[in-house]
């Protein structure tokens, strides 16, 4: 088949003018193969299906494939546009309108509705003619509505119309008149397309088969010089990767790490999910009666249920301070005990791990400035649903240095922001249990148009830092946010 | 944090001026409350016959947990009004009685169930509907927080008129206590009405607190009318309605700091509608070593801060006067003395939050409005230091996703089943850590392995194309009597090769590839690494092998015995690796 047509573009090639291109066409209301040549003599038009009595779409296949053998034809798309009869419009066409036709049905003495309603064109005929003004009703009538002619002749413009579009002239008709006689159904606007083909630059007779790929031989024997190579469909997806992935939550904790490494700060050791009471709640000055520390809300250990080791002395200050007071502070005035404190649990937050940080710092003389930062698991003593989870990543960071202050911790909080892309920040007075003051962070969220609260800050209360032995005019700034958020 | 609920009419006249919701919404955020919620009640469905078309606008605000005193609106309208500067913040006075002073006699039998008590009077008060409802929600709104559901604190409001002193708080055999409490029509012993309130949605959480007891407190008055069985219910004898006049406080319970202060909130509160207004009128309480106390404390405290230690701590510039302002419009009356410097700074009895220099300075830091305070960054220098596990752990996971395995998270916390029924152990075997109070069986012990999570990700994904290839690196949690709290974690790495074939090699390879990443070499001498035919029950047999790395066991790879397979919901062979990566550091 495919020599075949290319035989005949061989052929008309010789023609003297040398410049006979073969139409294939595919409109939508019919299809056609047709033969031109241009520009001169004027377009013959031949069908190359009916020149090589072949199927249509044989040739259409056979064009495709010449097409995906690089450049032997040239093709192009060309549509255009034309006006067409409808069956409906078609038959009006031949017959005239319906409104004409029921003008034409009905006698001078007139026509009783009823029975003008069962003619075939009866009900849209009889609405047009109404609205032309072309009959009318009387409804007096003995029996029943009965219809009479208005006028003794009608001009039926809608059949001349359609047989103008038929005769092939419906430029001659307005934008308005065609469009009317479309909303009508009487006419629609076809496309045809058609395909008009041409000699390429590689134009041959005889067809060789297509390498698909480049293949070490070829570049040994350097045969690929030689040899057609079948083009590529860019537009196909490629294969993916066979690679594994991270975690996306993960790779949030890697950025966050990374953030707080840029701004120099240290990270803490937070392997420890096992965490006393007293390290959890109590060295944060987190009164023992306090409901955070209520069953409802933390997992306890009934094995190990105690810690066993506890800094004593430390422990001693810790529960001065909740129970009487101290270091400027009027305490709780409760009776602290030391069995609440052992108690073990998984750790509600990585404060505890921050209050283990900033003791050991206490431990350090001189004292040294620090920056700290942890991400990782906290518990919470949750039914799992969408919006709750049992562990959770908590992000935290920590600066402890002589004479902080809540605009340094703003300043931090607003850098540390920046580098996550979040720069409007607004700070509202909150409450937590060591720290005061206490700021809740909050962004303007750009999508929901509104204040979303990103996380809570503050500067740790002097009864956290003073029993823990660091100097009196050292403050400790600190943050925390949620990973998951 | 508390939400307190309040008629947004309500409070604007009390205001004195009407808010958009927005501009409410900003004095909220300026004062550290928050707007949480807008809610509209129409009337018809309200209790209220409808009268007029509007609507009723509640205002669900929520209230930091320390500031008892803005638990309902006469304290929020206080405490904005002064914030504003609109009012100055009233003086509390306790005053004697023209007549008898109210006792209230504490015997010993309250001693081993909920010992101290504390008592005042509201003279003369004047409730209107509003008024009486938003005294009995401060009342709940206490309860619920402060007094810890009633455990530390419960409170009793009487009509002191019903009544007549002195009274007596003191502890009975639950047989032996017989009144009609209150909104109930006839008597029941104690023990009867314990039973009743078991279905009792709201009275159901206090049970708890005496059930158990051989004694429940309960106080009496002098005929022996029961005013109250604390902290479950009152006697409905001394009920108080709109109408009532004179309103006898008693509150008990075991935490005696917590109580004087409840008492504090709920007089200073509520005397503002008393006829000498911000009065309250003293009750004697008679402990049982005979001390006698008298009560409200109204304790009003002096502190002195520097001016210069408040500009230091917030990182602003204010002149002492200034400062001393701000302060004030906090409800703390402040004035400079002695060398221009110092502040002093007077705490009334409703801010009980209020415990060291600090709070002082944070409603400084409010009143000058956290958004105005310049930010400037410290100069604290310091060099950054990964901490070594997360380093290396950081490290790894980059080539275990480049090795084409697929990083997967999963919880710490599982079932007992997920560590030892399923993986063919015993659970006493597993050293694992045990929850005492979790609220289902998912969170029953921390991990003591990554397999069983790695197994459970895998079957949630089993219409996933094969073969699946996932890891973990995380923490496992082990007792370990060496440490303070008696557990530790290890730092461990799982990974699982789920196909149609088992796919030791790859698993094996993978280990290969670890290894070469930490620079151990191959071989058994020091510093390399090992494998040795091992078995165990998570594995098939002859298909599990042990890893020794520089000098020391490190963990087990192998296929995954059927068992195990068939436990974890999966249908095809699979191979895993874990190992404790803390040998490498």
Known sequence: ?485 | MPTVSVKRDLLFRALGRTYTDEEFDELCFEFGLELDEIEIISKEQGNEKAHGASDVVLYKIDVPANRYDLLCLEGLVRGLQVFKERIKTPMYKRVMPKGEIQKLIITEETAKIRPYAVAAVLRNIKFTKDRYDSFIELQEKLHQNICRKRALVAIGTHDLDTLSGPFTYTAKKPSDIKFKPLNKSKEYTACELMNIYKTDNQLKHYLHIIENKPLYPVIYDSKGVILSMPPIINGNHSKITVNTKNVFIECTGTDFTKAKIVLDVIVTTFSEYCENQFTVEAAEVVFPNGKLHTFPELAYRKEMVRADLINKKVGIRETPENLAKLLTRMCLKSEVIGDGNQIEVEIPPTRADIIHACDIIEDAAIAYGYNNIQMTLPKTYTIANQFPLNKLTELLRQDMAAAGFTEALTFALCSQEDIADKLGMDISATKAVHISNPKTAEFQVARTTLLPGLLKTLAANRKMPLPLKLFEISDIVIKDSSRDVGARNYRHLCAVYYNKNPGFEIIHGLLDRIMQLLDVPPGEKKGGYAIKASEGPVFFPGRCAEIFARGQSIGKLGVLHPDVITKFELTMPCSCVEINIEPFL
């Open chain 1, 1 to 485: 088949m495919l020599s075949k047509l290319l035989g005949i573009f061989w052929n008309r090639g010789k023609d003297p003018d040398g410049s006979k291109d073969v139409t294939i066409g595919c409109g939508s209301s019919r299809c056609s193969l047709s033969f031109t040549s241009l520009p001169s003599p004027p377009p013959s038009r031949a069908e190359l299906a009916t020149e090589l009595g072949v199927e249509h779409q044989t040739v259409v296949g056979a064009v495709k494939s010449l097409q995906a053998l690089g450049q032997i034809i040239e093709t192009e798309l060309r549509s255009t546009k034309r006006w067409e009869l409808t069956a409906e419009g078609e038959e009006i066409a031949q017959e005239g309108s319906h409104e004409a036709r029921v003008f034409r049905s009905i006698p001078p003495e007139g026509l009783p509705q009823s029975e003008l309603m069962r003619l075939p064109s009866g009900k849209v005929g009889f609405s047009k003619a109404m609205s032309n003004k072309w009959i009318r009703v009387d409804k007096s009538a003995a029996d029943g509505p009965r219809v009479f002619r208005v006028v003794d002749s009608v001009e039926d413009e809608v059949q001349r119309r359609l047989q103008l579009v038929r005769g092939g002239q419906a430029e001659k008709l307005g934008e308005k008149e065609r469009s009317e006689l479309r909303k009508r159904k009487l006419l629609t606007e076809a496309t045809l397309k058609t395909y008009w083909v041409s000699k390429g630059s590689a134009f041959s007779t005889s067809i060789s088969k297509q390498e698909t790929e480049l293949s070490p031989e070829m570049i040994s024997s350097g045969s690929w010089r030689d040899r057609p190579f079948k083009p590529y469909n860019f537009s196909a997806h490629g294969v993916l990767p066979d690679s594994g992935h991270l975690h996306p939550l993960l790779k949030v904790r890697s950025q966050f790490r990374q953030i707080f490494l840029e701004m120099g700060f240290t990270e803490m050791p937070t392997d420890n999910y096992i965490e006393s009471s007293f390290w959890n709640f109590d060295a944060l000055f987190q009164p023992q009666q306090h409901p955070a520390r209520d069953q409802h809300d933390t997992f306890f250990l009934r094995d190990p249920a105690q810690a066993q080791q506890l800094p004593m002395d430390y422990v001693h200050r810790v529960k001065r301070t909740h129970s009487q007071g101290g270091y400027g502070s009027q305490g709780y005035k409760y009776t602290w005990k030391l069995d609440e404190a052992r108690k073990n649990l998984l750790r509600t937050h990585t404060t505890a791990a921050s209050a283990r940080a900033l003791y050991r710092l206490a431990q350090k003389k001189p004292f040294t400035p620090a920056k700290y930062f942890s991400i990782d698991r906290v518990f919470r003593n949750e039914t799992l649903d969408a919006t709750h989870l049992a562990e959770f990543h908590q992000i935290e960071g920590v600066v402890a240095d002589h004479g902080l202050t809540l605009g340094h911790l703003m300043g931090v909080l607003r850098e540390f922001f920046t580098k996550l892309g979040i720069t409007q920040l607004r700070f509202k007075p909150a409450y937590n249990p060591y720290t005061e003051p206490s700021m809740e962070i909050f962004s303007y969220h750009q999508g929901l148009k509104k204040w979303v609260e990103v996380g809570n800050s503050g500067i740790f209360r002097p009864e956290m830092l003073l029993p823990m032995g660091l100097p009196e005019n050292v403050s400790v700034i600190a943050w925390g946010l949620s990973l998951e958020r």
